[in-house]
């Protein structure tokens, strides 16, 4: 599927590059079609030279209402209110908007532009959006089509997977896929230590444990096995990996995991208040 029209973009931060550079990448729409602003000069004249895109300083958000009927919200959520009270007088029922700001609900948004009746998308993807690999949550909000869900689909399947889940469950992804990148890095920072700590160098250690694990997730992704069953598949009775295996179950592994997503997701429930 290909995008119709312009793509505009309040915010060109980091995460905005990345769905720039993915929707490029995918060929769902030209450089020519989407526009950029951004309040920091360096920051548009380095996505206008990288990527050939029309750049625009943030005072300038008109020429995006104006000309593009679908526009992503990549803002800071503690600007989002004065960005959306600004716009309101531009915003019609002609665009949607796709909200990528964290903890910003579509009713937040529908509220602060009351009597726009524009169509209101929420999504979260994750930071591996900067490798093209991120998984993102769609949520319909107020007045969302099936061909808007659609065009958003398109878009942020771009930059990896995405998955379409009700607004009441965005702060469990919040927890679990959202804050889940970090957990992965401190994991992969302990198994380097280890490896260190029993005598290997650091470059060594940390190729193996690379390698080990983005091979463990291809095969996880693959398998038709569960993670249960392929990790049977490495236990031998008495084995070295039974010894390790003890060693994390006394820890309570399972439950440290557990517990980390549920205070994240906590934690997002209150600052969604």
Known sequence: MSLNGKLGFIGGGRMGEALIQGILKSGIITA???????????????????????????????????????????????????????????????????????????????????????????????????VLEAVSALSAGPRASQEDMDTAVTIFDSIGKSIILDEKYFDAVTGLSGSGPAYVFSFIE?????????????????????????????????????????????TSPGGTTVAGLQKLDAAGFSGIIMDAVKAATERSKELGK
């Open 190 to 234: 302990a198994l380097i230590d280890a490896g260190m700590k029993v005598g290997l160098d650091k470059s060594d250690a940390e190729l193996l444990v690379m390698q080990t694990i983005l091979g463990s997730v291809k095969l996880a992704m693959s398998s038709k096995e569960s993670p249960a069953q392929l990790r049977a598949m490495v």
């Open 32 to 130: 020519g079609n989407i526009l950029v602003t951004d309040p920091v000069a360096e920051r548009r004249a380095y996505l206008k030279d990288s990527y050939g895109v029309n750049t625009f300083d943030s005072s300038e958000n008109i020429n995006i209402w104006s000309s593009c009927a679908t526009v992503i919200l990549a803002v800071k959520p503690q600007i989002m209110k004065d960005v959306l009270q600004a716009a309101k007088n531009n915003i019609n029922n002609s665009h949607l908007l796709i909200s990528i700001a964290a903890g910003i609900q579509s009713s937040f948004i529908d509220t602060n532009l009351s009597g726009c009746d524009c169509r209101i998308i929420r999504v979260m993807p994750n930071t591996p959006a900067f």
